[in-house]
């Protein structure tokens, strides 16, 4: 476990010392600050974070996670220094899950600035703050999942625009299961409506907590997570 923090500290304080962190977050907290205006602007509107966050899985995230996650494992292969963290006193699975810790204290830290909208609402309104903690929790169990998908397809080049573009592909995939869903019917809909990346968020944002819901995220991170480890394994043998 202490491996598993010393990678994640290392990598988050490398991530802080670059712009790049400041410029990922001001783009994500703006474009989130966009559409949580333009939801409050609407007649009678709903003391609710469902009109910035909906949006923001769709349109934010399969673009933003693959840009936190492109250089954690694609940077490590290109300059040889993965090859050299193998051979230090530390495993595989460390290595992945250091990482992803990594890239969710960002996420974390950078959804934190969007409780300035939270209070907005509490100031001029009177929201319910269960619904409100709900649709955050699914927020956060998404956006680990959309990360898992980035680490991934950052192992799988050692170059990092590559390495994005299959990212938001993967993601792109996963998000518009849903619209594929929508349009067939019988068992094709079903299924791909309980694989698609955003069909789980509609409850969270309803402010319904689902254990099938919080199970798809989980399950849907540690496939990924595990697959991104056999990935750094196979490393070894080549």
């Known amino acids: 476990m202490r491996n598993i923090w010393a990678i994640a500290w290392k990598e988050t304080k490398t991530y802080f010392a670059s712009p790049m962190a400041y410029i990922v977050g001001a783009v994500f907290v703006g474009i989130t600050g966009f559409f949580f205006v333009d939801a409050i602007s609407v007649p009678f509107p709903v003391a ?44 595989d699975y460390e290595i992945v899950l250091g990482k992803f810790l990594a890239t969710l204290f960002i996420f974390l830290g950078t959804l934190l600035l969007t409780l300035w ?64 869903a929508d349009q067939v019917k019988g068992a094709a809909s079903t299924i791909l409506g309980e694989v698609a990346l955003t069909g789980h968020m509609d409850d969270f944002l309803r402010g319904i907590l689902s254990t099938k819901d919080v199970g798809y995220y989980v399950s849907l991170v540690a496939l990924f997570l595990f697959l991104t480890v056999r990935l750094v394994e196979s490393r070894r043998w080549r």
């Not at 292969?77 to 090859?83: I, M, R, S």
């Not at 956006?143 to 998908?149: K, N």
């Open 48 to 91: 609710s974070v469902r009109g910035f966050l909906d949006r923001a899985v769709l349109l934010v995230m399969p673009v933003w996670a693959p840009i936190i996650t492109m250089r954690l494992l694609a940077e490590e292969q290109k300059l040889g220094t993965l090859e050299l963290l193998m051979t230090a006193p530390v495993r």
């Open 117 to 180: 909208f939270v209070l907005l609402l509490f100031f001029f309104g009177d929201p319910d703050p269960l619904p409100l903690l709900v649709a955050y929790l699914g927020f956060i169990l998404y956006g680990a999942a959309a990360l898992a998908v980035g680490l991934l397809a950052s192992s799988l080049s050692p170059n990092q625009i590559v390495a994005a573009a299959v990212g938001f592909g993967v993601l792109l995939l996963l998000t518009f299961m849903q619209q594929a």
